[in-house]
């Protein structure tokens, strides 16, 4: 698929693990001609693991996109209403976050983010990273 010019909501959730592989596809993609939008979980924008700090992560993916980081509910609602997206991927999604969407379950800034995207019933990808 090509990305110039499309406007690519990157949702990152709590597998923490995969982030190192995951960040660097945003650079990737925008190094294509795409706008990345970041958005994160409330987990994955707040919690330090033995994989990173999360203020690490944050200003290393605000610094790749140039975009403050989508981190709230009220900030991931506007997403589909406003037509911010063309694509929405997650990337990692944790399986916590693959459940409350297959059940439509939004209570966080990721699951809403992709519930809001969908109301404009365009292309939805939910991405695996291989290690």
Same mark, same amino acid.
């Given at each position: 698929m090509e990305v110039k010019n499309k406007k690519i909501g990157f949702v990152l959730t709590g597998s923490f693990c $995969? #982030? &190192?592989k995951t960040i660097p596809k945003m650079k990737e993609l925008i190094e294509k001609g795409a706008e990345v939008i970041p958005v994160?979980?409330?987990n994955s924008y707040s919690m330090d $693991? !033995? #994989? =990173?700090? +999360?203020?690490? #992560?944050?200003?290393e993916i605000e610094n790749i996109t140039g975009k403050k980081?989508?981190?709230?509910?009220?900030?991931?609602? *506007?997403? =589909? *209403?406003?037509?911010?997206t063309d694509i929405m991927i997650v990337a990692p999604c944790s399986g916590n976050t693959m459940s !409350?969407? +297959?059940c439509d379950i939004i209570d966080t800034p990721? $699951?809403?983010?992709v !519930?809001?995207?969908?109301?404009? &019933?365009i292309s939805s990808c939910n991405c695996t990273i291989n290690q």
């Open positions: $995969t #982030f &190192r994160m979980s409330y $693991t !033995k #994989f =990173g700090k +999360a203020k690490d #992560f944050i200003e980081i989508i981190h709230t509910i009220q900030e991931a609602e *506007p997403i =589909g *209403p406003k037509k911010m !409350k969407l +297959a990721a $699951t809403m983010a !519930k809001s995207h969908l109301r404009n &019933r």
